[in-house]
């Protein structure tokens, strides 16, 4: 089944389509679309899932963080019905 993701970039809303076997996250599909190199977030996100190995909040509330600086916001995944 596939999915849609919706988000706002620079004040722009977008809207893609989205696959788990193509992309790791809803993230890097975002990046991907918008052509965003994320190997320095990628170190970053490894480095804090090994120190916090119980705590999956804290990767969460990192990436989540990362991408409102970049710009990104009101990002939404849903089921494509068609």
């Known amino acids: 089944m596939a999915f849609k993701i919706?988000?706002?970039y620079k004040s722009q809303a977008k809207e893609i389509?989205?696959?788990?076997?193509?992309?790791?996250?809803?993230y890097d599909a975002i990046a991907a679309a918008e052509g965003l190199?994320?190997?320095?977030?990628?170190?970053?996100?490894?480095q804090l899932?090994?120190?916090?190995?119980?705590?999956k909040?804290?990767?969460?509330?990192?990436?989540?963080n990362h991408f409102k600086e970049?710009?990104?916001?009101?990002?939404?995944?849903f089921r494509d019905e068609e």
């Open 17 to 26: 389509g989205y696959s788990n076997d193509k992309f790791r996250s809803i």
């Open 49 to 55: 899932a090994q120190v916090c190995r119980r705590d």
């Open 70 to 77: 970049l710009g990104f916001s009101a990002i939404t995944i």
């Open 57 to 64: 909040k804290s990767v969460k509330d990192y990436q989540e």
């Open 37 to 46: 190199d994320l190997t320095a977030f990628h170190a970053m996100e490894a």
């Open 6 to 8: 919706t988000y706002t």
